[in-house]
Each structure stands twice: as C-alpha cells, then as structure tokens.
Nanobody, 117 residues
Framework: QVHLEESGGGLVQPGGSLTLSCAVS????????MDWYRQTPGTQRERIAR???????WYDDSVKGRFTISRDNAKSTVSLGMTNLKVEDTAVYFC???????????WGQGTQVTVSS
C-alpha cells in the first residue's frame, strides 16, 4: 500500500524558516517525480515545487529563491526547505508522487503551515 506522510508544519513568524518532510513507502521511490503543492480554503491546490527522478527541479515564481526541494532516494523522502516565509505562504502543504505525466499521483494528508506574527 502506498503511503505518503508529511511532517514539519507549524506556526512561524514572517521572515522565519521551516523544513517540511514527506516520507514515502509502498513504491520504488526513485522511479517517481515528487511534487509539493499547497492549498488555502476555497482555492485549488497549486503546485509550488517539483523534483524529477534525475534531480532536476522546478519552482513556481511565488516561491523561487526562497524554497528548496530535495530528495533522498535512500530514505524515500522528499523535503521542502522554506525560508523568508510570508503571510501569504500560509496553507496546507501536500506532497505527491507521480510515476509519469499520464499517471495519477499519490497524495499525502497534508501539513498546516501558518505564517503569522
């Protein structure tokens, strides 16, 4: 059974930092592209970062230069380092695993990040 579990969310002040982690089991992790999404109430889930099997990365403009996605294939984990956090980064953050562009992704349950003074 495939399982993705995010951790590391919490409350942080503007300008602060957090690192989210996503532990994956039930798949051959190295064969999957990994994404981080976020969602606020009443909005669609949006992808903010991606790391491919070969380590290539992509970032949404809203987080470029502040967030860093990384993966550890030996531990089947993907992380999202977040710095210089802004109030507008407040959201539920989800990780997902996708084997190919035509396949449905697997999702975690999400972790809340709240940026507030």
């Amino acid at each position: 059974q495939v399982h993705l579990e995010e951790s590391g969310g919490g409350l942080v002040q503007p300008g602060g930092s957090l690192t989210l982690s996503c532990a994956v089991s039930g798949i051959t992790f190295s064969n999957y592209a990994m994404d981080w999404y976020r969602q606020t109430p009443g909005t669609q889930r949006e992808r903010i970062a991606r790391i491919l099997k070969d380590g290539l990365t992509w970032y949404d403009d809203s987080v470029k230069g502040r967030f860093t996605i990384s993966r550890d294939n030996a531990k089947s984990t993907v992380s999202l380092g977040m710095t210089n956090l802004k109030v507008e980064d407040t959201a539920v953050y989800f990780c997902s695993a996708r084997r190919s562009i035509s396949s449905d992704p697997y999702w975690g349950q999400g972790t809340q990040v709240t940026v507030s003074s």
